[in-house]
């Protein structure tokens, strides 16, 4: 039976009034400073203006942006910060890098952290992209795919031949059979060598997937490509 008019017009006033709600509650701030923003707006004008975007390239990961400027603050806020409240617009980036790049997956999958990392941080910076990831697609997440085996130092600490060998079969797919024949989306915060996506990556096609698309938020040591609008 069609909607009433009346019925869709108080629907759609009611929607007005929560957001307004939201928004004297919880008024939209810069991700990377808490400056003022539009709820459109990621980052202030300020901060926009060091968002550089990136040249995405076969055998690379897809990434929206170069780890500098607006882009690595919010993310070292979001990961180190205690501040899973930033998947929500980081995601929105997210978002939009895969609407122009439009990869065809069968499902999205996040780079896990160690049980005790994940218990000490409380959530998994990675599975919260991947969500607004798997939604933008229209394909299902699967959050627990990836098990991490080794609580591995932190990537951020080491060199690249250092970050190599400590990721180095560090992940096992908990249900082969999840993964076997389908195309897959491998979502990170960051990537800077490409270790821990490329040890994810061998995992899942040792599994049987048959393809596996690396993406991240950032990827950190190349030139940009032009700055952000």
Same mark, same amino acid.
């Given at each position: 039976?069609?909607?009433?008019?009346?019925?869709?017009?108080?629907?759609?006033?009611?929607?007005?009034?929560? &957001?307004?709600?939201?928004?004297?509650?919880?008024?939209?701030?810069?991700?990377?400073?808490?400056?003022?923003?539009?709820?459109?707006?990621?980052?202030?004008?300020?901060?926009?203006?060091?968002?550089?975007?990136?040249?995405?390239?076969?055998?690379?990961?897809?990434?929206?942006?170069?780890?500098?400027?607006?882009?690595?603050?919010?993310?070292?806020?979001?990961?180190?910060?205690?501040?899973?409240?930033?998947?929500?617009?980081?995601?929105?980036?997210?978002?939009?890098?895969?609407?122009?790049?439009?990869?065809?997956?069968?499902?999205?999958?996040?780079?896990?952290?160690?049980?005790? &990392?994940?218990?000490?941080?409380?959530?998994?910076?990675?599975?919260?992209?991947?969500?607004?990831?798997?939604?933008?697609?229209?394909?299902?997440?699967?959050?627990?795919?990836?098990?991490?085996?080794?609580?591995?130092?932190?990537?951020?600490?080491?060199?690249?031949?250092?970050?190599?060998?400590?990721?180095?079969?560090?992940?096992?797919?908990?249900?082969?059979?999840?993964?076997?024949?389908?195309?897959?989306?491998?979502?990170?915060?960051?990537?800077?060598?490409?270790?821990?996506?490329?040890?994810?990556?061998?995992?899942?096609?040792?599994?049987?997937?048959?393809?596996?698309?690396?993406?991240?938020?950032?990827?950190?040591?190349?030139?940009?490509?032009? &700055?952000?609008?």
């Amino acid at each position: 039976m069609p909607l009433s008019r009346p019925f869709v017009l108080a629907f759609l006033a009611a929607r007005v009034i929560a &957001r307004a709600l939201i928004d004297t509650l919880s008024p939209p701030a810069c991700a990377a400073c808490d400056a003022p923003v539009r709820r459109d707006r990621v980052f202030c004008p300020t901060c926009a203006a060091t968002v550089l975007r990136t040249s995405n390239t076969p055998g690379e990961p897809l990434a929206f942006a170069a780890f500098g400027g607006a882009v690595a603050a919010a993310l070292k806020r979001f990961k180190y910060g205690e501040r899973p409240d930033l998947g929500r617009p980081l995601g929105h980036l997210l978002r939009g890098l895969l609407r122009e790049e439009a990869p065809a997956v069968d499902l999205v999958i996040p780079v896990p952290l160690h049980p005790r &990392r994940l218990a000490e941080r409380g959530y998994n910076q990675a599975a919260l992209l991947a969500h607004a990831a798997a939604g933008e697609l229209g394909v299902p997440l699967a959050a627990r795919a990836l098990v991490r085996l080794r609580n591995t130092p932190q990537q951020a600490t080491l060199g690249r031949a250092e970050r190599l060998a400590n990721v180095a079969r560090a992940f096992v797919v908990r249900s082969p059979r999840a993964v076997r024949g389908r195309r897959i989306l491998l979502v990170d915060d960051v990537a800077t060598t490409g270790s821990t996506l490329e040890a994810c990556r061998d995992a899942l096609v040792e599994a049987g997937a048959r393809e596996v698309i690396t993406s991240c938020l950032a990827r950190a040591g190349e030139p940009p490509a032009d &700055r952000a609008t």
